[in-house]
Nanobody, 127 residues
């Protein structure tokens, strides 16, 4: 349903771009799904990173990534992106793409508000 890609190993200060492909079978009207990115470091809870509204008119970010990460989407391609700049070692985690229910306008910040989850892609930032 959701396929994340683009993770890898990068030095501190570097950049990476993640992509998430949403299947047209599940997300036939992709433009009606709020989407988000979460991450989970070893031994930690999965945490919110960024969210984007249906039309990309609204975006939300965790304080820890604000100003460094940018979430975007292409509804025509059923794609969500996360551009990560000025990466830090503490950004190391598995990054997950997630989608809320059709037409849902619940808070983007709460993990429980997301119904669909991708398999995750590993991001490792070396110091």
């Amino acid at each position: 349903q959701l396929q994340a890609s683009g993770g890898g190993l990068v030095q501190a200060g570097g950049s990476l771009s993640l992509s998430c492909a949403a299947s047209k079978g599940t997300f036939s009207t992709f433009s009606r799904y709020n989407m988000g990115w979460f991450r989970q470091a070893p031994g930690a809870e999965r945490e919110f990173v960024a969210g984007i509204s249906w039309s990309a008119g609204s975006t939300w970010y965790a304080e820890s990534v604000k100003g460094r990460f940018t979430i975007s989407r292409d509804n025509a391609k059923n794609m969500v992106y996360l551009r990560m700049n000025s990466l830090k070692p503490e950004d190391t985690a598995v990054y997950y793409c997630a989608g809320q229910n059709y037409g849902d306008t619940s808070s983007a910040f709460a993990r429980s508000n997301y119904r669909y989850w991708g398999q995750g892609t590993q991001v490792t930032v070396s110091s």
